[in-house]
């Protein structure tokens, strides 16, 4: 059995954008439980951030969409508290930038198996 990783960036697209600001993006899943072309087993999302931050997570799947709430993030790192299954597609996050929160990232976990 293999791992990787990979992180995303869910960062303002300019630097300097004001306090109030709501940053939305996607995070793509590889697909867990083997349901995909190549055999991932377990996925797992964690999100960071600089300073304390309340962040909308919504899984984007086959069939529709699962909103997971709000999740209370950093300074540091806190999983998403989500069992990946098969037929997860993506993450929806979002976050509202404030004066000391600015920067959020993603980290995705997975293991692959023969």
């Known amino acids: 059995m ?5 992180s995303m960036d869910i960062n303002p697209v300019a630097e300097f954008v004001g ?5 939305r993006r996607i995070v793509p899943l590889p697909p867990p439980k083997n349901s995909g072309g190549a055999k991932f087993g377990d996925v797992f999302v964690s999100l ?3 300073a304390p ?9 086959q069939t529709g969409t699962v909103p997971l709430g709000t ?7 806190v999983g998403v508290p989500r069992a990946f299954q098969a ?3 993506s993450a929806d996050i979002s976050f509202t930038v404030s004066a000391t929160a600015k920067f959020l990232t993603a980290f995705v976990e997975y293991t692959t198996t023969p």
């Open 2 to 6: 293999g791992a990787g990783a990979y």
């Open 71 to 77: 999740v209370n993030v950093g300074p540091g790192r």
């Open 19 to 23: 306090a109030g600001t709501v940053v």
């Open 53 to 61: 931050v309340s962040v909308t997570v919504t899984i984007v799947t």
């Open 48 to 50: 960071a951030s600089n």
């Open 87 to 89: 037929g997860d597609l």
